[in-house]
């Protein structure tokens, strides 16, 4: 037991029994696994110190605490922006202030499991625009990969710098009712949210002192440092010892801006448009006030579709004509490679415990959640026949659209969905609804249960290396297991402890 | 695009390698420049709309009433400062509607609302770039004229309102100085302050000039003092040049002052002084030779330093004052093609 | 066949252009019954060339023009030797349906994709072919290409490059693209991998209307034979007269020239082919080849690491195979 923190009269004493009782008083596990409590009254033991922390605020503390870091992010201009939304284009995060805490036990299986599946999914991708074993040895069928969407016949046969596609990579865990993580799906095109995470992280210490003070957290903020060195890692060798690093931005109506900004403000790098750079002779140049500049290696936030209009997309402004050209000479590096997206694809991913296997000969340390492809006609009738059940998930939609849950959808919905199913079977997938595990969260004057997931955040420079934390992600309304923020979600810390 | 390139040729590779070794001092990007001097331009440009709205009713309350066709020329003038042709469409007063027009109007790229919004926008783009400290200034008076309590703000004192845009402006100006490093990234923000203050400075006291002193306007003479110092007020020049020149408010003395002085932030001289060093400075960093923006204002200069108040008047104040924007013009579209848009 | 030719493209555009960044799909392709004994670019303004394979196998050489400019002139030329040999089809041994598997070598060719579309139209001229099983499919691939040159007229201008077999399907014309197009929709529908080629050909008195023309054709697989090519816009098998450039799903594989520019321009295209036979090999083609073309380099220090030391050359070796 850690000793209470201050030294309080008995009359505070009473007030914050009081308080406890009134912030915790409506909380209800449902059944469900929560993070916080093992069970009604029983706290886990990583989170006594917080509970009691938290027991400590009275209702308007907490509410000016809320406050202040409503403040900072505004002031700060951590915003994203949400498509389709008329009323202004920028939002604030929704941010709320009760931490998350893994322990240091349970962390380590998550590293590892973490490394694992990045330097597979990078085995996977060289293997996959190279030799095709794993297509020859009829561990994926041909069709799942060459039917995929994000699947970059230009990147046959390149060259990528050290054999490196996936530089940075966003894993989705969920924890299912078991308490067990599992994966949910990989973004190893241009993952984003760690700007969050190094902000709420700042915006906390400022908020919580104290609740801080009890732990021993590890720190995520040299993460900036270590992604500019994993960029470096793959710098062509004619760059030297010290190569042009540059991030690669949609510009400022990108829905991620701010982290684009954010990054290049910590790694103390250029911001770059497609209209500043230009190709001339197979090298890549930015624009600058005193001519032209070689660009090394480009952070790029950039889909592949738009990032050259002569390779991809012709109409597209974003990128810049000749790329792809720089890129298959070496004479520029990017991260993340171009074809990544084939990893994303909801279908492929259902194959990644295999490619586990194949390339690595382990078994999978963090399993997938259960999943069935709809382009197998075995899989597809379950899926169609059991349709209230499950929850169907478009193979290369993020940011929770083209979703049907299953349980919660109308009749009219599951059957308008089981007719796209029917029409483009390659184009879906359906897993069994995983009942995610819940948190407190403030609510109102009190605190409530509400389902989070965990992105933890993967480089892969010399070695894998695994962010301590990631962005917790909450769904805010009640019961609701959509925690993306374009639909509404919101964030908070995440505290992973030291031994 | 139309315009061919000159200095577009590609450092040869030993000269960049070399340049890269200057380290922090790389190069930066055009795009950012250009952000970076518009940011400044508008910040600036705000803060005048403010100061001279704010000033104008002020000294309007001071000569007490007034013919309502001489009221009309005194806030119509304040469009011509910013080379808008004609009163907004409207069903309110026209002291009223131009105070809001330059106020809150978006479809008016001049008004405060607008020239916070492009600052802002500007610098959200280069987010990265700026500190930390300009950020969250100009963010917050960006929020403040865009709050939803701002019109009521502002119909509850407009004084208020005003005085808190051009406290955030000199804030923003301030943190410009003492937060960035001077290299060329400040040289921009100096050049794009000095060009727009210049103009500005420039078309108020052309406007002004011509109501008052030309006899556009008949006003009785004990008002003329008053005027005049709004005019001083208009360029935040009234207690320094008071302190100069103690007594009465002389239409030539003003013009000595706000045109030719050398020591003082607010007139012309001094701004074209200060954007000249800084186009050299500019010029010196990017190791280019000579460009014709640092030409025109040199040249600018040096027929400023050595000027007469009998040689300006021997051309007419406000020729001369028109040949002073045009040649500032000139000399933003000369930086514009050099560093921004080659 | 000897073959020389020269393909001459003209870009003009009605204003300056910068930052021009251009692909072309324009040396022969090098196969065993085709032989490209030389090749070259010229190319103003002046600029330097960088090749490299596509997916494909296709020989693309990429340039860029920075420079303020209003036109582009390329000069491709080349001596080839074809010895293909006039097949008979009908005589083959492969039956239809011929069960290709799609695994990733053929899965791209037994797809509908881009300009390639299902319709019912195209369903009704499958059907009108009278497949039985069990039949030639050298028979059922003679029947398509006749069933094209009785409906199907060649027009100009009726379709776009961007056209899909919708349009000529509708119009009943279009151009060699389009017929292309269509029969590759064709096969597919019945189940035999279809690729598209662009080339040139070279004229032969009877059918070719006299002149040098770029053109685009057909290959169908015949698990006997391999690729064998067909021309649906002149109802014939491809001969020794036709010279292979490229290989693609469709069109959009294939362009012998695209780019992208910056500027407020129209751009306006001429192309022109020029062939000759030739008796014997030319006297300077020795020389010819040696014409240098940049390439990339892959490090200027000494200092190389393992993988960029065989990254270009390894990357140019396994395309060729």
């Given at each position: 037991?850690?000793?209470?923190?201050y030294n309080?009269?008995?009359?505070e004493?009473e007030?914050?029994?009081?308080?406890?009782?009134?912030?915790?008083?409506?909380?209800?596990?449902?059944?469900?696994?929560?993070?916080?409590?093992?069970?009604?009254?029983?706290?886990?033991?990583?989170?006594?110190s917080?509970?009691?922390?938290?027991?400590?605020?009275?209702?308007?503390?907490?509410?000016?605490?809320?406050?202040?870091?409503?403040?900072?992010?505004?002031?700060q201009?951590?915003t994203?922006?949400?498509?389709?939304?008329?009323?202004?284009?920028?939002?604030?995060?929704?941010?709320?202030?009760?931490?998350?805490?893994?322990?240091?036990?349970?962390w380590?299986?998550?590293?590892a499991?973490?490394?694992q599946?990045?330097?597979?999914?990078?085995?996977?991708?060289?293997d996959?625009?190279?030799?095709?074993?794993?297509?020859?040895?009829?561990i994926?069928?041909p069709?799942?990969?060459?039917?995929?969407k994000?699947?970059?016949?230009?990147?046959?046969?390149?060259?990528?710098?050290?054999d490196?596609?996936?530089?940075?990579?966003?894993?989705d865990?969920?924890?299912?009712?078991?308490?067990?993580?599992?994966?949910?799906?990989?973004?190893?095109?241009?993952p984003?949210?760690?700007?969050?995470?190094?902000?709420?992280?700042?915006v906390m210490?400022?908020?919580?002192?104290?609740?801080?003070?009890?732990?021993?957290?590890?720190?995520?903020?040299?993460?900036?440092?270590n992604?500019?060195?994993?960029?470096?890692?793959?710098a062509?060798?004619?760059a030297?010892?010290?190569?042009?690093?540059?991030?690669?931005?949609?510009?400022?109506?990108?829905?991620a801006?701010?982290?684009?900004?954010?990054?290049?403000?910590?790694?103390?790098?250029?911001?770059?448009?497609?209209?500043?750079?230009?190709?001339?002779?197979?090298?890549v140049?930015?624009?600058?006030?005193?001519?032209?500049?070689?660009?090394?290696?480009?952070?790029?936030?950039?889909?592949?579709?738009?990032?050259?209009p002569?390779?991809?997309?012709?109409?597209?402004?974003?990128?810049?004509?000749?790329?792809?050209?720089?890129?298959r000479?070496?004479?520029?590096?990017?991260?993340?490679?171009?074809?990544?997206?084939i990893?994303?694809?909801?279908?492929?991913?259902?194959?990644?415990?295999?490619?586990?296997?194949f390339?690595?000969?382990?078994?999978?340390?963090?399993?997938?959640?259960?999943?069935?492809?709809?382009?197998?006609?075995?899989?597809?009738?379950?899926?169609?026949?059991?349709?209230?059940?499950?929850?169907?998930?478009?193979?290369?939609?993020?940011?929770?659209?083209?979703?049907?849950m299953g349980h919660q959808?109308?009749?009219?919905?599951?059957?308008?969905f089981?007719?796209?199913?029917?029409?483009?079977?390659?184009?879906?997938?359906?897993?069994?609804?995983?009942?995610?595990?819940?948190?407190?969260?403030l609510?109102?004057?009190?605190?409530?249960?509400?389902?989070?997931?965990?992105?933890p955040?993967?480089?892969?420079?010399?070695?894998?290396?695994?962010?301590?934390?990631?962005?917790?992600?909450?769904?805010?309304?009640?019961?609701?297991?959509?925690?993306?923020?374009?639909?509404?979600?919101?964030?908070k810390?995440?505290?992973?402890?030291?031994? | 695009?139309?315009?061919p390139?000159?200095?577009?040729?590609?450092?040869?590779?030993?000269?960049?390698?070399k340049?890269?070794?200057?380290?922090?001092?790389?190069?930066?990007?055009?795009?950012?420049?250009?952000?970076?001097?518009?940011?400044?331009?508008?910040?600036?440009?705000?803060?005048?709309v403010?100061?001279?709205?704010?000033?104008?009713?002020?000294?309007?309350i001071?000569?007490g009433?007034?013919?309502?066709?001489?009221?009309?020329?005194l806030?119509?003038?304040i469009?011509?400062?910013?080379?808008?042709?004609?009163?907004?469409?409207?069903?309110?007063?026209?002291?009223?509607?131009?105070?809001?027009?330059?106020?809150?109007?978006?479809?008016?790229?001049?008004?405060?609302?607008?020239?916070?919004?492009?600052?802002?926008?500007?610098?959200r783009?280069?987010?990265?770039?700026?500190?930390?400290?300009?950020?969250e200034?100009?963010?917050?008076?960006?929020?403040?004229?865009?709050?939803?309590?701002?019109?009521?703000?502002?119909?509850?004192?407009?004084?208020?309102?005003?005085?808190?845009?051009?406290?955030?402006?000199?804030?923003?100006?301030?943190?410009?100085?003492?937060?960035?490093?001077?290299?060329?990234?400040?040289?921009?923000?100096?050049?794009?302050?000095?060009?727009?203050?210049?103009?500005v400075?420039?078309?108020?006291?052309?406007?002004?000039?011509?109501?008052?002193?030309s006899?556009?306007?008949?006003?009785e003479?004990?008002?003329?003092?008053?005027?005049?110092?709004?005019?001083?007020?208009?360029?935040?020049?009234?207690?320094?040049?008071?302190?100069?020149?103690?007594?009465?408010?002389?239409?030539?003395?003003?013009?000595?002052?706000?045109?030719?002085r050398?020591?003082?932030?607010?007139?012309?001289?001094?701004?074209?002084?200060?954007?000249?060093?800084?186009?050299?400075?500019?010029?010196?960093?990017?190791?280019?030779?000579?460009?014709?923006?640092?030409?025109?204002?040199?040249?600018?200069?040096?027929?400023?330093?050595?000027?007469?108040?009998?040689?300006?008047?021997?051309?007419?104040?406000?020729?001369?004052?028109?040949n002073?924007?045009?040649?500032?013009?000139?000399?933003?579209?000369?930086?514009?093609?050099?560093?921004?848009?080659? | 066949?000897?073959?020389?030719?020269?393909?001459?493209?003209?870009l003009?555009?009605?204003?300056?252009?910068?930052?021009?960044?251009?692909?072309?799909?324009?040396?022969p392709?090098?196969?065993?019954?085709?032989?490209?004994?030389?090749?070259?670019?010229?190319?103003g303004?002046?600029?330097?060339?960088?090749?490299y394979?596509?997916?494909?196998?296709?020989?693309?050489h990429?340039?860029?023009?920075?420079?303020?400019?209003?036109?582009?002139?390329?000069?491709?030329?080349?001596?080839v030797?074809?010895?293909?040999?006039?097949?008979?089809?009908?005589?083959?041994?492969?039956?239809?349906?011929?069960?290709?598997?799609?695994?990733?070598?053929?899965?791209?060719?037994?797809?509908?994709a881009?300009?390639?579309v299902?319709?019912?139209?195209?369903?009704d001229?499958?059907?009108?072919?009278?497949a039985?099983?069990?039949?030639?499919?050298?028979?059922?691939?003679?029947?398509?290409?006749?069933?094209?040159?009785?409906?199907?007229?060649?027009?100009?201008?009726?379709?776009?490059?961007?056209?899909?077999?919708?349009e000529?399907?509708?119009?009943?014309?279009?151009?060699?693209?389009?017929?292309?197009?269509?029969?590759?929709?064709?096969?597919?529908?019945?189940?035999?991998?279809?690729?598209?080629?662009?080339?040139?050909?070279?004229?032969?008195?009877?059918?070719?209307?006299?002149?040098?023309?770029?053109h685009?054709w057909?290959?169908l697989?015949?698990?006997?034979?391999?690729?064998v090519?067909?021309?649906?816009?002149?109802n014939?098998?491809?001969?020794?007269?036709?010279?292979?450039?490229?290989?693609?799903?469709?069109?959009?594989?294939?362009?012998?020239?695209?780019?992208?520019?910056?500027?407020?321009?129209?751009?306006?295209?001429?192309?022109?082919?020029?062939?000759?036979?030739?008796?014997?090999?030319?006297?300077?083609?020795?020389?010819?080849?040696?014409?240098?073309?940049?390439?990339?380099?892959?490090?200027?220090?000494?200092?190389?690491?393992?993988?960029?030391?065989?990254?270009?050359?390894?990357?140019?070796?396994?395309?060729?195979?």
């Amino acid at each position: 037991m850690t000793p209470v923190p201050y030294n309080r009269s008995l009359a505070e004493e009473e007030s914050s029994i009081a308080a406890q009782k009134t912030m915790f008083e409506a909380y209800q596990i449902d059944g469900l696994f929560d993070e916080m409590f093992a069970s009604a009254n029983v706290t886990r033991p990583h989170y006594e110190s917080a509970f009691r922390g938290l027991c400590e605020f009275q209702p308007t503390d907490f509410d000016r605490r809320r406050r202040m870091a409503d403040v900072a992010f505004r002031n700060q201009g951590i915003t994203f922006t949400v498509y389709g939304d008329k009323r202004g284009v920028e939002k604030i995060f929704p941010f709320d202030l009760v931490p998350r805490i893994i322990p240091a036990h349970e962390w380590d299986v998550i590293e590892a499991g973490l490394s694992q599946r990045i330097t597979a999914l990078n085995l996977f991708c060289k293997d996959i625009y190279h030799d095709q074993r794993i297509l020859s040895e009829n561990i994926i069928p041909p069709e799942m990969i060459y039917g995929a969407k994000f699947f970059r016949r230009e990147m046959m046969h390149v060259h990528v710098p050290r054999d490196i596609y996936i530089h940075i990579c966003g894993t989705d865990l969920v924890r299912g009712k078991d308490g067990a993580y599992y994966v949910l799906e990989d973004n190893a095109r241009t993952p984003s949210g760690v700007s969050y995470v190094l902000e709420s992280r700042a915006v906390m210490k400022r908020v919580f002192p104290t609740l801080f003070a009890e732990y021993r957290v590890r720190s995520v903020e040299d993460y900036p440092h270590n992604l500019l060195n994993t960029l470096k890692h793959v710098a062509p060798p004619h760059a030297g010892s010290d190569p042009v690093v540059a991030i690669l931005t949609p510009g400022v109506f990108n829905s991620a801006f701010f982290e684009h900004s954010f990054l290049a403000r910590q790694m103390g790098v250029d911001l770059v448009e497609g209209q500043d750079l230009v190709v001339e002779n197979n090298f890549v140049y930015m624009r600058t006030i005193a001519g032209l500049r070689r660009v090394d290696v480009l952070y790029r936030r950039v889909d592949d579709d738009f990032i050259d209009p002569l390779t991809f997309h012709p109409e597209s402004m974003l990128g810049v004509a000749g790329l792809m050209n720089a890129f298959r000479c070496g004479n520029v590096a990017m991260a993340n490679a171009v074809g990544t997206g084939i990893c994303d694809d909801k279908a492929i991913y259902a194959y990644v415990p295999e490619m586990i296997r194949f390339y690595l000969k382990q078994e999978p340390i963090l399993p997938n959640v259960p999943t069935h492809i709809c382009a197998r006609p075995d899989d597809c009738r379950y899926t169609l026949e059991n349709l209230d059940k499950l929850v169907v998930k478009a193979t290369n939609e993020s940011g929770g659209y083209g979703m049907l849950m299953g349980h919660q959808a109308t009749r009219e919905q599951r059957e308008a969905f089981a007719e796209q199913i029917r029409k483009d079977p390659r184009n879906f997938i359906a897993q069994p609804v995983v009942e995610l595990s819940q948190h407190p969260s403030l609510v109102g004057d009190h605190f409530e249960g509400r389902r989070v997931d965990l992105r933890p955040y993967i480089l892969y420079g010399d070695k894998p290396l695994v962010m301590p934390g990631g962005l917790t992600r909450v769904a805010l309304t009640k019961g609701s297991l959509v925690v993306n923020s374009s639909q509404g979600g919101g964030s908070k810390d995440t505290w992973v402890l030291e031994e | 695009m139309a315009e061919p390139r000159e200095n577009i040729t590609t450092l040869p590779v030993e000269s960049r390698s070399k340049f890269d070794q200057r380290g922090r001092a790389r190069p930066m990007l055009s795009r950012d420049a250009d952000a970076m001097y518009w940011m400044c331009r508008y910040v600036e440009r705000a803060e005048h709309v403010a100061r001279l709205l704010m000033i104008n009713a002020s000294t309007l309350i001071d000569v007490g009433d007034l013919e309502t066709d001489a009221l009309n020329k005194l806030w119509l003038s304040i469009l011509r400062v910013f080379r808008i042709e004609h009163p907004p469409p409207s069903d309110l007063p026209l002291a009223e509607a131009i105070s809001r027009y330059m106020t809150f109007e978006i479809a008016n790229p001049n008004s405060i609302v607008s020239c916070l919004t492009r600052a802002r926008e500007n610098a959200r783009s280069i987010r990265e770039n700026i500190s930390a400290e300009m950020w969250e200034a100009l963010n917050s008076s960006y929020l403040s004229v865009r709050a939803d309590d701002a019109v009521a703000r502002f119909d509850e004192s407009r004084e208020d309102f005003y005085r808190s845009v051009l406290a955030s402006s000199m804030l923003f100006q301030g943190l410009t100085n003492q937060t960035l490093p001077h290299t060329q990234r400040w040289q921009f923000a100096q050049v794009a302050k000095y060009f727009e203050r210049i103009d500005v400075t420039s078309r108020i006291l052309d406007t002004r000039w011509s109501l008052l002193a030309s006899g556009e306007l008949t006003i009785e003479p004990q008002l003329r003092n008053i005027h005049w110092m709004g005019v001083l007020r208009s360029c935040c020049s009234i207690e320094t040049f008071r302190r100069e020149y103690p007594g009465e408010m002389d239409p030539l003395r003003i013009a000595q002052f706000l045109i030719l002085r050398n020591d003082f932030p607010r007139s012309i001289r001094f701004c074209v002084e200060q954007a000249s060093e800084s186009l050299t400075s500019l010029r010196t960093m990017t190791s280019r030779a000579i460009d014709p923006a640092e030409r025109i204002v040199g040249r600018l200069l040096a027929q400023l330093d050595y000027a007469e108040l009998a040689e300006v008047l021997n051309v007419g104040i406000s020729r001369y004052l028109q040949n002073i924007q045009h040649q500032i013009s000139e000399a933003a579209t000369a930086v514009q093609k050099a560093y921004f848009l080659y | 066949m000897l073959l020389q030719l020269t393909h001459t493209t003209e870009l003009t555009y009605t204003d300056l252009i910068s930052e021009s960044v251009v692909e072309l799909r324009m040396a022969p392709r090098q196969e065993s019954d085709q032989h490209r004994l030389s090749f070259s670019l010229a190319i103003g303004p002046a600029t330097a060339v960088n090749s490299y394979f596509d997916w494909l196998g296709n020989t693309v050489h990429a340039l860029s023009i920075s420079a303020f400019h209003k036109q582009i002139r390329i000069v491709a030329s080349s001596v080839v030797e074809t010895d293909r040999l006039k097949v008979e089809v009908e005589r083959f041994k492969d039956q239809w349906p011929g069960n290709f598997v799609a695994n990733q070598q053929l899965y791209d060719f037994l797809q509908f994709a881009g300009p390639i579309v299902k319709s019912q139209a195209l369903t009704d001229v499958v059907k009108e072919l009278g497949a039985e099983p069990g039949m030639s499919q050298g028979e059922l691939a003679l029947r398509m290409l006749h069933s094209i040159a009785e409906k199907f007229a060649y027009v100009k201008g009726v379709t776009t490059s961007a056209s899909s077999i919708n349009e000529i399907l509708r119009h009943g014309s279009g151009v060699c693209q389009d017929f292309a197009h269509l029969m590759i929709g064709m096969a597919r529908s019945v189940g035999i991998p279809a690729r598209y080629v662009s080339g040139l050909v070279h004229p032969d008195a009877d059918r070719f209307r006299g002149y040098t023309q770029t053109h685009a054709w057909v290959e169908l697989l015949f698990p006997s034979a391999g690729w064998v090519g067909f021309d649906p816009t002149n109802n014939c098998i491809v001969g020794p007269n036709f010279v292979k450039v490229a290989i693609g799903r469709d069109y959009r594989d294939v362009p012998p020239n695209k780019g992208v520019y910056r500027g407020n321009a129209q751009e306006d295209i001429d192309v022109k082919v020029l062939s000759k036979e030739l008796k014997q090999m030319p006297g300077g083609l020795a020389g010819e080849r040696y014409q240098t073309l940049s390439v990339a380099t892959f490090s200027d220090a000494g200092g190389r690491t393992p993988w960029d030391s065989d990254g270009g050359l390894q990357q140019q070796q396994q395309q060729q195979q």
